[in-house]
Nanobody, 116 residues
Framework: QVQLVESGGGLVQPGGSLRLSCAAS????????MAWYRQAPGKPRELVAG???????NYADSVKGRFTISRDNARITAYLQMSSLKPEDTAVYYC??????????WGQGTQVTVSS
């Protein structure tokens, strides 16, 4: 059974930083594309950042220059480094990954709260 497990969320003050991790477990030996989404209360889930198997990245305009997505293929893990956090970044952040079976999987989500 495949699982994506996010970690690294928490409470941070405006201007602070957090690093989220998404680790794949189960019968997983590699991951194709990976992405981070977020969903704030009362809002639809939105794409934050994505990274292909070749390392090409893309970002939502709202996070460009502040967030960095990366991956460690040996650890089958993706990361989202978030800096200069703003209150509007508050949301549940979800990992989304395509595995070699070409199916997309979701993690359970991790809460990020930016507040003073």
């Amino acid at each position: 059974q495949v699982q994506l497990v996010e970690s690294g969320g928490g409470l941070v003050q405006p201007g602070g930083s957090l690093r989220l991790s998404c680790a794949a477990s189960g019968s997983v030996r590699s991951i194709n594309a990976m992405a981070w989404y977020r969903q704030a209360p009362g809002k639809p889930r939105e794409l934050v950042a994505g990274i292909t198997s070749g390392g090409t990245t893309n970002y939502a305009d709202s996070v460009k220059g502040r967030f960095t997505i990366s991956r460690d293929n040996a650890r089958i893990t993706a990361y989202l480094q978030m800096s200069s956090l703003k209150p509007e970044d508050t949301a549940v952040y979800y990992c989304h990954a395509m595995l070699p079976d070409l199916k997309w999987y979701w993690g359970q989500g991790t809460q990020v709260t930016v507040s003073s």
